[in-house]
């Protein structure tokens, strides 16, 4: 008689268990007139995106029905992450609530470099200064020069096959003035 009572227990926790982690399609499925007694019952569609629950449709009411058995039943399927809070079968209008939840990766915005010389004066004497087969690439900065003085006295400057290029670029000089002397 004991070893009667003992599997009992055992087989009462084995049905709890599984009852317990039962999927909320089917859990639902025993909410829904013509689900809860049909022959096929509801399941998690999880290789479908999103997933849906077999059957399971939500009307333009709110409220749910089961296809298989109910000619009528049009809508939308039910994610299979949605649980309803309605009462047993004879209800018609229910609300559920989503207990799976996402998070959004965070957003990240780049913004190209914006440089602004107002009112500079640059003065080299006497300095030699050559470039050669340099590529000077510059994309998407904004460049703005307002009033700028630029003064090159005595300078010789050289530049050869120097390559620039300029994408996206927006540049603008405003009253700037270059002056050079002596070279």
């Not at 399927?77 to 965070?106: D, E, L, Y």
Request: aromatic share 4%.
């Amino acid at each position: 008689m004991r070893s009667l009572t003992v599997s009992f227990s055992i087989f009462a926790t084995a049905l709890s268990l599984v009852s317990a982690t039962e999927d909320p399609c089917s859990q639902m499925c025993s909410d829904v007139s013509g689900c809860a007694n049909s022959k096929y019952g509801s399941y998690c569609k999880s290789w479908e995106t999103p997933a849906v629950c077999f059957g399971l449709i939500k009307k333009s009411d709110g409220s749910i029905c089961f296809e298989p058995t109910d000619p009528g039943c049009a809508g939308e399927p039910v994610a299979c992450g949605v649980q309803t809070t309605m009462a047993p079968a004879t209800t018609t209008k229910h609300t559920s609530t989503a207990f799976m939840s996402t998070t959004k990766a965070p957003m990240t915005t780049t913004t190209g470099a914006e440089t602004t010389t107002t009112g500079a004066e640059t003065t080299t004497t006497g300095a030699k200064t050559s470039t050669t087969g340099a590529m000077t690439s510059t994309t998407g900065a904004e460049t703005t020069t307002t009033g700028a003085m630029t003064s090159t006295t005595g300078v010789e400057t050289t530049t050869t096959g120097a390559k620039t290029t300029t994408t996206g670029a927006e540049t603008t000089t405003t009253g700037a003035q270059t002056t050079t002397t002596g070279s």
